[in-house]
Antibody
Framework: EVQQLESGGSLVQPGGSLRLSCAAS????????MSWVRQAPGKGLECISA????????YYADSVKGRFTISRDNSKNTLFLQMNSLRAEDTAVYYC??????????WGQGSLVTVSS | QSALTQPRSVSGSPGQSVTISCTGT?????????VSWCQQHPGKAPKLMIF???RRPSGVPDRFSGSKSGNTASLTISGLQAEDEADYYC??????????FGGGTKLTVL
């Protein structure tokens, strides 16, 4: 069974940093691209970052470019999102998703990040 | 990348069919056969219902179908059931390792 378990979300002050993790199991992690998709309260889904299976290719939405860094450790089947210079508008549930060109096939349960003073 | 355009809400009675549209551009929906649809119940994670425009993952009922014409993709749900009431999001690959979502459609089963 494919599973992804996010962790690391919490309350953080504006300008602070946070690192999210996503532990994956049930599939050959290194052969799949992975994405971070966030959902602000009451809003829709936004794909903010993606990384290829090898880690050699990455993507960032303009809203997070220069502040967030996606990475992966294929030896530990884990995806990461380092978030710096956090803003109130980054408040959201962050999902990790196993990613194919044709869709995001499996989703974690989400990790809540709240940016507030 | 701009979000894909979906109707904010649709509704139908049990047993009826509904169709949700998703309009993009030649750079996303029209340029790739990589459109997907996710279902999201309140407080839950999204669930993939359709990928590659019209393919269903294992376990998704065949009441759910997808199609595409030009820059517009569509999700059709036939034989509506109460448990289909949820938010539905389309998503398209847009090249250069980018994916763009629609704004979401709230389906109400009357």
């Amino acid at each position: 069974e494919v599973q992804q378990l996010e962790s690391g979300g919490s309350l953080v002050q504006p300008g602070g940093s946070l690192r999210l993790s996503c532990a994956a199991s049930g599939f050959t992690f290194s052969t799949y691209a992975m994405s971070w998709v966030r959902q602000a309260p009451g809003k829709g889904l936004e794909c903010i970052s993606a990384i290829s299976g090898s880690g050699s290719t990455t993507y960032y939405a303009d809203s997070v470019k220069g502040r967030f860094t996606i990475s992966r450790d294929n030896s530990k089947n884990t995806l990461f999102l380092q978030m710096n210079s956090l803003r109130a508008e980054d408040t959201a549930v962050y999902y990790c998703a196993k990613t194919l060109y044709g869709g995001h096939s499996d989703w974690g349960q989400g990790s809540l990040v709240t940016v507030s003073s | 990348q701009s979000a894909l355009t979906q109707p904010r809400s649709v509704s139908g009675s049990p047993g009826q069919s509904v169709t949700i549209s998703c309009t993009g551009t030649r750079s996303d929906v029209g340029g790739y056969n990589y459109v997907s649809w996710c279902q999201q119940h309140p407080g839950k994670a999204p669930k993939l219902m359709i990928f590659d425009v019209s393919r269903r993952p294992s376990g998704v009922p065949d009441r759910f179908s997808g199609s595409k014409s030009g820059n517009t993709a569509s999700l059709t749900i036939s034989g509506l059931q109460a448990e289909d009431e949820a938010d539905y999001y389309c998503c398209s690959y847009a090249g250069s390792y980018t994916w763009v979502f629609g704004g979401g459609t709230k389906l109400t089963v009357l």
